[in-house]
């Protein structure tokens, strides 16, 4: 893969020069792409059964929409007791009405 000419590429339609596009070039050439968490996929799968938004799903399951933002993106794991409400929601996304009561 020809990095110069790819970035070349893509600043010249971003009309601009981007600092850290090489170095990300790179990376992805080398695999050091993102990384998808189990945890990831079970919190995104979990709020998708339900259909809600990310700020309607923090608020049913009682927790700040940016802690949620987190789990989703995979900064931070969720504790064992909220990856367990994931796989029953994820089961049983019916269930996730019953958090609003």
């Known amino acids: 893969m020809n990095i110069e000419k790819i970035a070349k590429a893509i600043e010249t339609d971003a009309g601009c020069v981007l600092p850290d596009l090489r170095q990300a070039l790179d990376e992805a050439a080398a695999g050091m792409g993102r990384v998808t968490t189990p945890e990831q996929v079970l919190v995104r799968s979990a709020r998708a059964r339900?259909?809600?938004?990310?700020?309607?799903?923090?608020?049913r399951i009682n927790t700040p929409v940016a802690t949620l933002r987190d789990w989703e993106q995979g900064r931070f794991a969720p504790p064992g007791g909220v990856l367990c409400l994931m796989r029953l929601i994820e089961r049983h996304p019916e269930l996730s009405g019953e958090l609003a009561a």
């Open 50 to 59: 339900t259909g809600l938004s990310q700020a309607a799903f923090a608020e």
